[in-house]
């Protein structure tokens, strides 16, 4: 049985530029979750897709964008990269939203120079 | 709005020694706890949870938790630690709203050594 995966493990991108970010959820979930974990931090949520649509958002610029696909995998998006973006950035997949089964992914390390 | 403070940054402490993490939460609803765990370069692992009933919470790899409604912690306790349980530790609470969305504290390192 499949955890979450994510896409690609690692990433350097230049500052200005455009980055998507890829996670398949665990087999049987239908909810994802993003959350950006800077170097020493906690994970912080982003947003969460459910049944294709944005159910929160936190406390992040609309430079960062979300999207699920029927099979529930989702990207994420992030536009006019900072340097202040480089991060581990976490996947979590659950069941209807349920924190009970939060399954996590490896992460995507985003490095932006 | 809840929130989760770790009140120690990192924790070292010697093989076979017994070792506690703090954590204490602040939360206006019912409340979802959670301990994960982060290896190097690896995303988290879920150690345990409590959710509802006992308030002693056996998790993997030996650690367990103690919900404390009056003292609104959930501290982690191993009796012996070993080598390999050297990672960073993440206490989060569930907040309330429709997404459940987790709210993490900053971490603690634990730390061991030989």
């Known amino acids: 049985d499949a955890g979450v995966t994510q896409s690609p493990t690692h990433l350097i991108k230049t500052r200005g530029q455009q980055v998507t970010l890829r996670c398949s959820p665990k087999?049987?979930?239908?909810?994802v979750s993003w959350y950006q974990q800077a170097l020493g931090q906690g994970p912080q949520f982003i947003f969460q897709y459910y049944e294709e649509e944005e159910r929160q958002r936190g406390n992040f610029p609309d430079r960062f964008s979300g999207h699920q696909f029927p099979n529930y995998s989702s990207e994420l998006n992030v536009n006019a990269l900072l340097l202040g973006d480089s991060a581990l950035y976490l996947c979590?997949?659950?069941?209807?939203?349920?924190?009970?089964?939060?399954?996590f992914g490896s992460g995507t390390r985003l490095t932006v120079v | 709005a809840q929130s989760v403070t770790q009140l120690d940054s990192q924790v070292p402490v010697f093989e076979e020694a017994p070792v506690e993490l703090r954590c204490n939460y602040s939360?206006?609803?019912?409340?979802?706890l959670f301990w994960y765990v982060q290896y190097p370069n690896q995303g988290l692992q879920l150690l345990l949870k409590?959710?509802?009933?006992?308030?002693l919470v056996k998790g993997i790899n030996g650690f367990e938790a103690e919900f404390n409604k009056s003292q609104t912690s959930f501290h982690l306790r191993k009796p012996s630690v070993h080598i390999s349980d050297t990672a960073e530790y993440f206490c989060?609470?569930?907040?309330?709203?429709?997404?459940?969305?987790?709210?993490f504290g900053t971490g603690t390192l634990l730390a061991v050594q030989p």
């Open positions: 087999s049987g979930h239908d909810t």
């Open positions: 939360s206006s609803v019912s409340v979802y």
């Open positions: 979590a997949s659950s069941w209807q939203g349920g924190p009970y089964g939060y399954t």
């Open positions: 409590y959710l509802s009933g006992s308030t």
């Open positions: 989060a609470v569930r907040d309330g709203g429709a997404t459940n969305k987790l709210i």
